[in-house]
């Protein structure tokens, strides 16, 4: 698997948020973003140079707040043999959704609700002339319209419940890769019917994590959606999992690479941003354009990080802290957001045909 440094065209370098890393208070690498932000408050930003003043009362790791060119931010930091890294990203009480933004993703919640009402009076015709097939056809459309609306209100639900702070942590040491290969088994059942084939591999063995399992596999769900939308017919996708890490702290790192063509540069611009929302990998998604924005909050409620890159394809990597796995805590039960239903056409219901939404599902 490809190696993620700190400088390059890889982990830091197309990330929409500044990251900077300090080493004895004098700055050793920062990002693009990094460089505009210093742009809007006028800082001195170059390697080898002093940290600017705000970020020199910054020291070992932790998240806090501060108040930067105007704006509040959350400075999440975290020692490494390198330094000490330096993560920016805008709190959420300084994200405000634009109307327009609103009445977009109105629009978009409208296209399923008007599928399901359309479908449901159809069925409610009579109408002699109607073939058996073509009613069950009526009632895969109208379940695969149920279930794209509940998927949207799921991912709204959990990224607000994440956003304000109302969605506790309530972490148990889980196996990461018997979670990623139970995702993947549900997926390739009914992946062929999107035109994709999806391979799952995984390296170093037990890969135990502190997390929920409720939101991991949404996490999982949507990175592979969004796979599945750019890979395109006959497209390929790619599952790894791996340790990752230094002498310090231990990773495991969750990759997916898809053969699509990659992400365009306003979609990295955006990509974390709810405000104002990528497209998805496609300007032809069925969903919000939250489902990264939702990976990545899912990803730093278990301490850890993600980014996208492209390049021949899009590449989305996660990196999440091992756990040892002696401290169990309290259990808690998985919440259930797909209402009963099979939750994994709920989750790919934007991608999947009607085909797959037939009673016997």
């Known amino acids: 698997m490809r190696e993620f440094k700190l400088s390059g065209p890889a982990w830091f370098d197309a990330s929409p948020e500044p990251v900077i890393l300090t080493h004895d208070g004098y700055t050793a690498y920062y990002n693009t973003a990094a460089a505009a932000l210093a742009g809007r408050s006028g800082w001195t930003l170059q390697e080898g140079t002093p940290l600017p003043e705000p970020l020199q009362t910054i020291d070992g790791a932790g998240v806090q707040t501060m108040e930067l060119a105007g704006e509040r931010w959350m400075c999440r930091t975290e020692r490494l043999e390198a330094g000490v890294l330096i993560c920016l990203t805008l709190s959420p009480s300084s994200v405000s959704v634009p109307l327009e933004r609103l009445a977009q993703l109105a629009e978009r919640m409208r296209l399923p609700l008007g599928s399901l009402i359309g479908v449901s009076q159809l069925l409610a015709q009579t109408d002699a002339q109607r073939t058996e097939e073509k009613t069950r056809q009526y009632q895969s459309m109208q379940r695969k319209s149920y279930y794209t609306l509940l998927r949207m209100l799921n991912t709204l639900e959990t990224l607000g419940s994440l956003s ?9 040491p889980l196996d990461l890769g018997g979670l990623c290969a139970d ?6 059942s009914v992946c062929g019917e999107a035109g994709c084939t999806l391979e799952f591999r995984q390296n170093g063995g037990n890969l135990l ?19 599945i939308r750019a890979a395109g017919d006959g497209g390929r996708i790619t599952l790894e999992l791996e340790k990752c890490g230094g002498k310090g702290r231990r990773w495991v790192r969750l990759v997916i690479w898809d053969s699509g063509g990659g992400f365009r540069p306003e ?10 929302g990528a497209a998805g990998l496609s300007d032809q998604s069925e969903g919000l354009g939250m489902g990264l924005a939702l990976c990545r909050r899912i990803a730093e409620r278990h301490g850890g990080r993600m980014a ?27 919440s259930d957001l797909s209402g009963g239903i099979n939750e994994t056409l709920v989750q790919l219901s934007d991608v999947l045909p009607w085909q797959c939404f037939t009673e016997q599902e």
């Open 308 to 334: 996208v890159m492209t390049g021949a394809s899009a590449v989305t990597a996660v990196e999440l802290p091992l756990c040892d796995g002696l401290s169990f805590g309290a259990l808690h039960s998985p």
């Open 183 to 188: 995702v993947v088994r549900r997926v390739q």
């Open 209 to 227: 994590v502190q997390g929920e399992d409720a939101l991991l596999r949404q996490m999982l769900y949507h990175l592979i959606s969004n796979a």
């Open 164 to 172: 304000d702070g109302h969605c506790p942590f309530q972490g148990e």
């Open 267 to 276: 979609q990295l611009a955006r990509a974390f941003d709810p405000a104002q």
